[in-house]
C-alpha cells in the first residue's frame, strides 16, 4: 500500500531514545533477579538478560559493592557477601545445624559423583560421610534408618534442586522416603562449583591454624583485603553500606555506633549512596532520623512479604500493630513473647474465622507468637532479646487502624496500602 500524503517515517531518535530505556530497563530487571537469585542457572527466567547484560552487571556490582560476578555459558554467580555475619535471621528455611551438615556432607559427595546420580546413592555417600569419627565426637550421626532421617536427605535435595545443583531426570522423593521407589538427578557442576561465596575455601587452613570459633571462621572465610589508604578506608565502607542496603530491610544508625568512622560516613553520604543504589536497582529511599531503607514498591526483593495473604502473614501484621502501640506506651522496653501469644490469643474471637483451623486450636498462640516475631526480625522491625521483643524504629510503619469486614468475607485493613508502602 502506498504511503499517504504527508506521511512522515517515524523519528529515528525517539526509536533510539525507546531502545535505550528498554535497555535500561532490562538491565535494572537483571540486577533485581540477580539480587534475588545470586546462584542463577539457565532455566531462570531473567538468565539471558544477564548474560546481555553481563559487562555493565559485573562493572556495577564490582564498583558498588564489592561483590564478583561471573557468568558462564549455563549459569552466573553473584558472590554476595554479607556485611553482617552475626544476623542470624538468613539461611534456608526451617535449616538447623544439623541440616546444614548434611547440606554440606551431600555438596562434598556431589562434588566427587558421576555426573548423574540417584538419590539412594547420595544416601549411601552421605552414611560414608557422616561416620568420620570426628563428626561422631560432637555429637552427629546419620543412619538413614529412621523415616525422619529419610525425610531429612529430602530436604536437602530438594533445596540443591531449587538452587539448580540438581535437575530431576525421573522418579520421586517421596516415594524414597516410603522405601517403594527413587529417584535420578543430574549434577550441574558449575553451579555447584559456585555454592561457596567466601572469599577463601575452608580446606586453605592447616588444621592447626583453623580457627576455633564459628564467628572467627566466618570472618576468616569472608576477610577482603583493604588496602592501607585513606581512599582505600573509604572504599571498604561505602561496600559494606551498600551491602547492607541491598541486603537488609533498613540500616539503623544505633547499629553503627561501635565504628564512629562508619557511622560518620554514612551520615554524610548517605544521600548520595541512597540515590546510586535506587536508581540502579529500582528502589526508592525513605531516610529518617533513625536511618535509611530503600523500598521496593513491587515488593519483589524480599524474602518475607509484608502485608501477605495467610493466617502466617495476617497475625504478623496483627502482632507489629501490638508492638508498634507498645513501644508507643513505653518506649525503650521490650515486650515478653508470653506477652505476644497472650496478644495472640486474644485476637482469635475477633479474626480467627478467618484463619486455618490450627491456629485456632487451644495453644497454638504460642508457635503464631513465635513465627511473627521470627519474621519482624528477619524484616528489622523487631530486635529479639532474652527479655522479648524490643521494638525498632521502622515497626511504627505498620500501625494499622480498625479492621473493617467487606463483601467478599475477607478482612481489609485501613491504611494497609501505605503499610505496603514502607515495606521495609
Same mark, same amino acid.
Given at each position: ?60 556490582? *564490582? ?88 525425610? $531429612? ?24 522416603? *516410603? ?120 515488593? $519483589? ?32 522496653? *521490650? ?14 474471637? $475477633? ?74
Amino acid at each position: 500500500m502506498a504511503r499517504e500524503a504527508g506521511a512522515r517515517a517515524p523519528d529515528a531518535v525517539q526509536v533510539k531514545d525507546v531502545l535505550a530505556r528498554h535497555r535500561e530497563d532490562e538491565r535494572r530487571d537483571a540486577l533485581r533477579a540477580l539480587l534475588m537469585c545470586p546462584l542463577m542457572t539457565a532455566s531462570h527466567p531473567a538468565f539471558h538478560a544477564v548474560r546481555r547484560h553481563e559487562r555493565e552487571l559485573r562493572d556495577w556490582f *564490582s564498583q558498588a559493592a564489592g561483590w564478583i560476578l561471573h557468568v558462564e555459558r549455563d549459569c552466573a554467580r553473584l558472590y554476595k557477601r554479607p556485611a553482617d555475619l552475626a544476623d542470624a535471621t538468613r539461611g534456608a528455611d526451617e535449616f538447623d545445624r544439623r541440616r546444614y551438615i548434611l547440606f554440606c556432607l551431600a555438596c562434598a559427595a556431589l562434588e566427587r559423583a558421576e555426573p548423574q546420580i540417584t538419590l539412594r546413592t547420595l544416601g549411601e555417600k552421605l552414611l560414608a560421610l557422616a561416620a568420620d569419627p570426628e563428626l561422631g565426637a560432637r555429637g552427629f550421626t546419620f543412619t538413614l534408618d529412621s523415616h525422619h532421617e529419610r525425610r $531429612e536427605l529430602v530436604a536437602i535435595c530438594r533445596y540443591l534442586l531449587s538452587l539448580g545443583v540438581l535437575l530431576r531426570v525421573a522418579g520421586d522423593e517421596d516415594a524414597f522416603v *516410603s522405601k517403594v521407589g527413587d529417584a535420578l538427578y543430574d549434577v550441574r557442576r558449575r553451579a555447584l562449583a559456585g555454592l561457596l561465596a567466601a572469599a577463601r575455601g575452608p580446606s586453605t587452613w592447616a588444621p592447626e591454624n583453623a580457627p576455633a570459633q564459628l564467628d572467627e571462621r566466618l570472618a576468616a572465610l569472608t576477610e577482603e583485603f583493604t588496602p592501607d589508604s585513606e581512599e582505600g578506608r573509604r572504599t571498604a565502607m561505602r561496600h559494606h553500606l551498600a551491602r547492607r542496603l541491598l541486603d537488609d530491610p533498613v540500616v539503623y544508625l544505633d547499629e553503627l555506633d561501635e565504628r564512629p568512622a562508619l557511622r560518620a560516613y554514612f551520615q554524610n553520604q548517605r544521600g548520595a549512596l541512597a540515590a546510586r543504589l535506587g536508581e540502579a536497582a529500582g528502589l526508592h529511599a525513605e531516610q529518617r532520623a533513625e536511618g535509611l531503607a530503600l523500598v521496593d514498591d513491587s515488593g $519483589e526483593l524480599t524474602d518475607v512479604a509484608m502485608p501477605a495473604a495467610g493466617t502466617a502473614s495476617h497475625v504478623t501484621l496483627l502482632v507489629a500493630e501490638f508492638l508498634a502501640a507498645a513501644g508507643r506506651a513505653q518506649p525503650g522496653t *521490650s515486650v515478653s513473647e508470653a506477652a505476644v501469644a497472650e496478644a495472640v490469643r486474644g485476637l482469635i474471637p $475477633e479474626y480467627g474465622r478467618f484463619w486455618a483451623k490450627a491456629a485456632r486450636e487451644p495453644g497454638a498462640e504460642t508457635g503464631l507468637a513465635a513465627n511473627a516475631l521470627a519474621r519482624l526480625a528477619m524484616l528489622r522491625l523487631v530486635r529479639r532479646e532474652a527479655a522479648g521483643a524490643f521494638p525498632l524504629p521502622a515497626l511504627a510503619r505498620f500501625a494499622l487502624g480498625d479492621a473493617e469486614l467487606v463483601a467478599r468475607k475477607r478482612t481489609s485493613t485501613k491504611g494497609a496500602e501505605r503499610a505496603q508502602d514502607a515495606l521495609f
